[in-house]
C-alpha cells in the first residue's frame, strides 16, 4: 500500500456517513474516528478513508476498496445499491486488466466512483 490514508470531501456527511457504513461493512471497513464534520474509516480501527463534510466537492474520484474474495464483491455491490448508491457496473471479470480481475462499481452520493476488486482467482 502507498497511501496511509486519505480524505474524500462529501456534500452531505450525514448521508455518505449511511452509504459508506452500509457498502463497506461486506470488506470488513467500519468506523475508527469520528471529530465534528469529519468520520474516519478503516479496519480495524485503524483510519485510513476519511469522510470531510464539504460546501463543494470537486471532480468525482475513483477509489477502490480491496476485497478478500469474489463474494465480498458481490455482497459490497448488494449492499452499496441498498445504501442508494447508483450501479456503475456490476460484479464481474475485467480481463483486459488481468484475467482475474474480478470489481463492481457503484457511484456514491455525490458522484464519487466506488470500487471494490479481488484480484485473486475463484476457489470453490
Known amino acids: 500500500m502507498i497511501f496511509d490514508h486519505l480524505t474524500l470531501p462529501v456534500r452531505d456527511l450525514a448521508r455518505s456517513r449511511d452509504f459508506y457504513m452500509q457498502a463497506l461493512a461486506p470488506l470488513g471497513i467500519g468506523p475508527a474516528m469520528e471529530f465534528p464534520g469529519v468520520?474516519?474509516?478503516?479496519?480495524?480501527?485503524?483510519?485510513?478513508l476519511w469522510l470531510a463534510g464539504s460546501?463543494?466537492?470537486?471532480?468525482?474520484?475513483?477509489?477502490?476498496?480491496?476485497?478478500?474474495?469474489?463474494?465480498?464483491?458481490?455482497?459490497?455491490?448488494?449492499a452499496a445499491l441498498r445504501a442508494g448508491g447508483s450501479?456503475?457496473?456490476a460484479p464481474g471479470l475485467r480481463p483486459h486488466y488481468h484475467p482475474d480481475y474480478y470489481a463492481a462499481f457503484v457511484h456514491d452520493p455525490d458522484g464519487h466512483n466506488i470500487e471494490a476488486v479481488c484480484h485473486h482467482p475463484e476457489t470453490l
Open 39 to 48: 468520520l474516519a474509516l478503516g479496519r480495524e480501527g485503524r483510519p485510513q
Open 55 to 78: 460546501a463543494s466537492v470537486s471532480a468525482p474520484a475513483h477509489l477502490a476498496f480491496a476485497a478478500a474474495s469474489r463474494a465480498q464483491v458481490d455482497a459490497f455491490h448488494a
Open 87 to 89: 450501479d456503475n457496473g
